[in-house]
């Protein structure tokens, strides 16, 4: 079973903020990275340490982290930020990473 | 052009083995960790093994004696060696780069590039 916990669903409005969460115990030592799935696709980095962006992703992506909580945050959303998003870290361990149990965002 | 391209994938038998493997071209090959993580239609990603820039290895207790990651860097290769496959490990298997640092003394860690995937079906 995954040690990073995230809602399964979450709902937005074109053009409004959605906020998509990860909590687990290690998120308290360790910083999140969070990735991207469209159908069929290959997942994508989207943010990275504190709130760090790889090149070409959109300024709306945003990071925070908080406790054992990190948080994704698009800022303006857009038809095709439509996707499944994952986050990932470090176990409790430290030894071994672990992926949370994804989020599937639909754009309204 | 930063590339990961896998392969390998294919129908196995309960268990039998495969090898998959992974080409790397556009980056200095040697000096990053690599990772394989796999996903199961319709499922989540999950993180199968990680292999450091010194060879050092690492994987979850769900494949740890059965799979076994190992690279080439004279030859920019990435493999995993999969042994005693079972149905549930019938998955779409990607590699994909690992970058790591620290902020303020706390580690954090990424997955940069990620290959196409390749298809593995363990099925009699």
């Known amino acids: 079973s995954s040690e990073l916990t995230q809602d399964p669903t979450v709902s937005v409005t074109l053009g409004q903020t959605v906020r998509i969460t990860c909590q687990g115990d290690?998120?308290?030592?360790?910083?999140a990275s969070w990735y991207q799935q469209k159908p069929g696709q290959a997942p994508e980095l989207v943010i990275y340490?504190?709130?760090n962006r790889p090149s070409g992703i959109p300024d709306r992506f945003s990071g925070s982290s908080s406790g054992n909580t990190a948080s994704l945050t698009i800022t303006g959303t857009q038809a095709e930020d439509e996707a499944d998003y994952y986050c990932?870290?470090?176990?409790?361990?430290?030894?071994?990473?672990?992926f949370g149990t994804g989020t599937k965002v639909t754009v309204l | 052009e930063v590339q990961l391209v896998e392969s390998g994938g294919g129908l196995v038998q309960p268990g039998g083995s495969l090898r998959l493997s992974c080409a790397a071209s556009?980056?200095?090959?040697?000096?990053?960790?690599m990772h394989w993580v796999r996903q199961a239609t319709g499922k989540g990603l999950e993180w199968v093994a990680g292999?450091?820039?010194?060879?050092?290895?690492f994987s979850p207790d769900s494949v740890k004696g059965r799979f076994t990651i190992s690279r080439e860097n004279a030859k920019n290769s990435l493999y995993l060696q999969m042994n005693s496959l079972r149905a549930g490990d019938t998955a779409v298997y990607y590699c994909?780069?690992?970058?790591?640092?620290?902020?303020?003394?706390?580690?954090?860690?990424?997955?940069?590039?990620w290959g196409q995937g390749t298809m593995v079906t363990v099925s009699s």
């Open positions: 994909a780069r690992g970058v790591h640092g620290y902020i303020w003394g706390s580690p954090w860690g990424a997955f940069d590039i």
């Open positions: 556009g980056f200095t090959f040697r000096s990053y960790d």
């Open positions: 292999i450091g820039t010194a060879g050092d290895t």
């Open positions: 290690s998120l308290r030592s360790y910083y």
């Open positions: 340490g504190k709130n």
């Open positions: 990932n870290s470090w176990d409790s361990s430290g030894n071994h990473r672990v």
